[in-house]
């Protein structure tokens, strides 16, 4: 056992090391966009453009196919064989095919349609732009749906790297795009270059699967498939409680779009990218390793196991996440003028953008939980909670965004979103203890709260010391070197808080570090 969570451990590790370079090159992206368009006209037109096969592709397909088909594929692994699970595979990836092609084919018909459904506040000239921007990028979705189809594979046989991998990639020729072309191509190419970016995510992990022994055949006579219909069975509750993040995003774009002239897309889109690319690096890299592993543990009836590695996983996470936080918040206005104030992104695009991201922050916690705790129930085959879940945290956003955009702008938006994931989170994690009452929980809410005081010591530090420093930030280097300095005060306040706490996480932490190390050395 101990072997295995080491093997997690560094596999999650590596994940994060992985995917924190497909974040930054994420954000690089951003960063030339912003640059290049800031948030003026053809920023806010692109940006729904490419917004909305995401978002139509998250609410159908991006984790109901992760978290249908995974289980489906580790049950028939386990119990009839790798030629039955890939035959299943085969099925499972024409049928995606035949219906994302179906989908895109809608898309792109009704694409002025979905534009001012999406943003109503756009005028004739950007929602026009935005159109046959939108035409351009639908076929996304395609490359998508196989591209998740093969992650699911290839995490089943607990390899993580090529998954990790893929937006490096794929924000990789997004980025060429920029630097060689953009003066050259415009918006246009820029879209191109996306859609490029998205094939190659499939393309890169064929290679791989041909070493798993995988080869695709299309078969669509899946009919009287019993796998496929249970997948079909779970992925319909599944499909739709992952609606919350696709759908609440879409109603916090449509309400931006009133703001500004526009400019409030951009600036909700900036800033949920960059509170995704903070948070997501570590929730997504520990999440993807778990739930091939909670599926197994749930087709052999690991029942005691299971539970501990979905309470365990949550109480380190939050020692990361928690601080986190509190380190967003008092530094947002510094990370976004580091990150996007420059070219056509001014002042005023700070200003909102940095109030985005201020709020958004508050939503960190919710976001781990929910991702971690869904995982869990759809590795025991369970849609309906996540659903009941999720469409309680939609109605929350749709409510609160109603309520705060007339008082708080942008800022009340991002609330919304924070306090509708952290409903989400929770609710999940309530109905996961209730089915688990004999389980045991020592010391998880003291912990908690620990974190949670360390954390505010840790806010008052880095708040001091950026008040001291900020004003002589005049440029880059120097703005990089403030935040770089406020960052290691905080992580140095917040460690030394925990070991004053005596808070069993950092305990934990520190021993796993030390297992790794201790291994690594003896290995050379």
Known sequence: ????????VRAAGSMMIITLVGKVLGLVRDMLLAANYGSGMEANAFLTASRIPRVFFDAIFASAISASFIPIFNECLE?????????????????IFVVTAALTVAG?????????????GFDAETASLSSKLLIFMFPTVIFTGIAYSFVGVLQSFDEFTIPAALSIVSNGIIIIYYLFFNRSMGIFGLAAAFLIGWAMQAVMQIPSLIKKGYRYKPMLNVRHDDNIKKVLLLMLP?????????????INTRFASTLYEGAGVSAIEYANN????IVGVFVLSVANVIFPRLSRMTAN???????????????????????MTVGVMCLSGQIISLIYERGAFDAFSTGITAQALFFFALGMFGYGLQTIISRAYYAEQDGKTPFIAGFVSIAVNLVLCKILVGKMAV???????????TVYGLVLFIALRRKNKDADMKGFGSSIIKMIISAVVMGIAVTAVKNILWGSAGSLIM????????????IIVYAVMTKITKLYEMTLVLKYAKNIIKKKGTEE
């Open 1 to 8: 056992m101990a072997d295995n969570n080491d093997k997690a």
């Open 79 to 95: 119990k009839k064989g790798k030629d039955e699970a890939f035959k299943f595979t085969n099925k499972f990836v024409s049928l």
């Open 108 to 120: 792109m018909a009704f694409a002025p349609q979905l534009v001012n459904l999406f943003a109503v």
């Open 238 to 250: 599944v499909m739709v409680s992952t609606w919350v993040q696709p759908i609440n995003v879409a």
């Open 274 to 277: 960059l509170y995704t690319i």
């Open 301 to 323: 009836n690991e029942k005691n196991a299971f539970f501990n590695t979905v309470i365990m996983t949550t109480r380190v996470l939050s020692f990361i996440i928690i601080p």
């Open 411 to 421: 800022s009340g938006l991002a609330l919304a979103s924070a306090i509708s994931s």
């Open 479 to 490: 703005k990089v070197i403030v935040i770089g300095i406020s960052v290691v005060v905080g």
